[in-house]
């Protein structure tokens, strides 16, 4: 157990220390020895807890990933609405943590990679898949299919879109701001309320032009 427990701390250590060594000097840069260093361990004992380089970087990479999802969560009440599952999506994305300089640049150097290594582009596919479940799902509950995969598209256009314009220039856009223009887009795109169209008013239409047709 307690071997279990120290393996965990330095296996934690090690994706800490790989994040700081990447927004540094960049992936390139980032050796075992170079990452050993910011985590106050030799080259042989990174090898120790993980196989080389390429299987801690891509634990790295599940890390930024497994964060983004408990921020998600986290924002998630107990019975979300449709309206409350896309909040909560949008908030989890413009977390304080993922805007940290160390991050953020993790962020963006495995975004670069994604179209050169099949491993990162895999990692990405599993997380646009998530993104994409968990956004559609509350979507078709509001709005026709059609509509549901153009405010989709829209909204996570915004997101990527807000994220590399921070990165580019922090000044000129901010989380909160960010939040607060997906939000604004949501409900300019959502019916009143965040609720779909009773498709009850349709029926009694129907209904009230068969009365008149026997009543003629």
């Known amino acids: 157990m307690v ?8 296996r934690n250590e090690l994706i800490e220390a790989t994040i ?13 020895a170079t990452i050993g260093r910011h985590a106050g361990l030799s080259p042989g004992l990174v090898n120790h807890y993980f196989d080389g380089k390429e299987a ?4 790295t990479m599940r890390r930024l990933m497994r964060n983004l999802g408990e921020d998600i969560a986290r924002r998630l009440p107990a019975a979300p609405t449709p309206l409350a599952r896309l909040h909560a999506v949008i908030d989890g994305c413009f977390s304080r ?14 975004w670069l990679e994604v179209r050169r290594d099949p491993r990162f582009a895999r990692l990405q596919q599993v997380l646009n898949r998530r993104f994409e479940s968990n956004i559609m799902f509350a979507l078709r509950q509001l709005v026709a299919e059609p509509l549901a995969e153009d405010i989709f598209l829209g909204l996570t256009a915004l997101i990527d879109g807000f994220w590399w314009a921070y990165a ?7 989380p909160a701001r960010a939040r607060r223009l997906c939000r604004d887009y949501l409900a300019s795109r959502l019916p ?3 609720e779909k169209p009773k498709v009850e008013r349709k029926t009694k239409g129907v209904a009230a032009k068969r009365t008149a047709r026997k009543k003629t």
């Open 192 to 194: 009143p309320g965040g």
């Open 3 to 10: 071997n279990a427990r120290l393996r965990s701390f330095r």
């Open 97 to 110: 943590r993922h805007f940290l300089p160390d991050s953020m640049v993790a962020w963006l150097t495995f």
């Open 56 to 59: 801690l970087l891509e634990a």
């Open 168 to 174: 580019i220039d922090a000044k000129r856009i901010q």
């Open 20 to 32: 700081a060594a990447i927004s540094q000097g960049g992936l390139q840069d980032a050796t075992l």
